[in-house]
Nanobody, 122 residues
């Protein structure tokens, strides 16, 4: 299983970016995005779960970010709108079969992409 994240870059506050995560190998029950700012812990951004067909979002991105996946292309996306400087982080995609109680926990995912840097300027 390989995950390849891309789409990061520099954007002004209020702008938009779309991250892409191309996956190879088997499919999983859940796919997610996490982010990690310098010197901080990795935190949950969003997840898509095929067990109950629901999407989940971290509180700080609700209403601004949208997670989706193209099953035919085995590709995960994160559409990010109304970006803020505090969204600046390295964004990681992940895949796994977590139970629902672990869907927002990094421990729930076994496979990770390499990360893509998003920088939002004020």
């Amino acid at each position: 299983v390989q995950l390849q994240a891309s789409g990061g870059g520099l954007v002004q506050a209020g702008g938009s970016l779309r991250l892409t995560c191309a996956a190879s190998g088997r499919t999983f029950r859940s796919y997610a995005w996490f982010r990690q700012a310098p010197g901080k812990e990795r935190i949950f951004v969003a997840a898509i779960n095929y067990g109950n067909h629901r999407n989940y979002y971290g509180e700080s991105v609700k209403g601004r970010f949208t997670i989706s996946r193209d099953n035919a292309k085995n590709t995960l996306y994160l559409e990010m709108n109304s970006l803020k400087p505090e969204d600046t982080s390295v964004y990681y995609c992940a895949a796994g079969d977590p139970v629902l109680s672990y869907i927002s926990a990094s421990e729930g995912y076994r496979h990770w992409g390499q990360g893509t840097l998003v920088t939002v300027s004020s």
